[in-house]
């Protein structure tokens, strides 16, 4: 797996993108955090039409103004194609609102240059990524294919990362840090 401190690799994927763009399908890059100076909080998915993954989404999607206020961008990803992606949003009701894209890694490229590709299916496993603005990768948290994550401890994490201090174990936002 790529590791803390390391550049986030360059990329550009097809995506599926919130109604609000107008148009259904965007491209997305490496580089469109970092030219609008923003954090980049990538999660991955192993599967679309499954059971876990949309409760992780639409949870995402819930807490989708979080991570606006703290000046990052939001993508889910996965290797399913981005027409899976959109017929998938469109069945699935928790899903049909999304305010963030699902990129599309059909080439499975980008999850392989990250090292989460499970060598069984060659599906991602849940992995979550937050990336600086300057693309280098701060925090790395990837659970088997069957666990959930935990979208308030992403953004405890996002919130301490931001903050820049020394943070204690279960810090909130708010709390004091470690002053030596």
Same mark, same amino acid.
């Given at each position: 797996?790529?590791?803390?401190?390391?550049?986030?690799?360059?990329?550009?994927?097809?995506?599926?993108?919130?109604?609000?763009?107008?148009?259904?399908?965007?491209?997305?890059?490496?580089?469109?955090?970092?030219?609008?100076?923003?954090?980049?909080?990538?999660?991955?998915?192993?599967?679309?039409?499954?059971?876990?993954?949309?409760?992780?989404?639409?949870?995402?999607?819930?807490?989708?103004?979080?991570?606006?206020?703290?000046?990052?961008? +939001?993508?889910?990803?996965? /290797? @399913?194609?981005?027409?899976?992606?959109? *017929?998938?949003?469109?069945?699935? $009701? #928790?899903?049909?609102?999304?305010?963030?894209?699902?990129?599309?890694?059909?080439?499975?490229?980008?999850?392989?240059? +990250?090292?989460?590709?499970? /060598? @069984?299916?060659?599906?991602?496993?849940? *992995?979550?990524?937050?990336?600086? $603005? #300057?693309?280098?990768?701060?925090?790395?948290?990837?659970?088997?294919?069957?666990?959930?994550?935990?979208?308030?401890?992403?953004?405890?994490?996002?919130?301490?990362?931001?903050?820049?201090?020394?943070?204690?174990?279960?810090?909130?936002?708010?709390?004091?840090?470690?002053?030596?």
């Amino acid at each position: 797996m790529i590791s803390l401190g390391e550049k986030f690799p360059e990329f550009t994927k097809k995506s599926v993108v919130s109604l609000e763009h107008g148009k259904e399908f965007e491209d997305i890059s490496a580089e469109d955090h970092k030219k609008d100076g923003k954090w980049m909080v990538m999660f991955w998915y192993p599967k679309d039409f499954t059971f876990v993954c949309p409760t992780e989404i639409a949870h995402f999607n819930q807490n989708y103004n979080e991570f606006q206020n703290r000046n990052a961008v +939001l993508y889910g990803a996965s /290797t @399913d194609s981005e027409f899976v992606h959109l *017929a998938w949003r469109n069945d699935h $009701p #928790e899903l049909r609102n999304l305010k963030f894209p699902l990129i599309a890694d059909t080439s499975k490229s980008l999850a392989e240059s +990250l090292g989460i590709l499970e /060598t @069984d299916e060659k599906i991602a496993y849940r *992995a979550t990524f937050i990336v600086d $603005p #300057e693309g280098i990768i701060r925090w790395i948290c990837a659970n088997d294919l069957n666990v959930g994550r935990n979208i308030h401890e992403v953004l405890r994490v996002l919130d301490g990362l931001q903050d820049g201090g020394l943070i204690p174990c279960d810090w909130e936002k708010g709390q004091n840090t470690i002053q030596v």
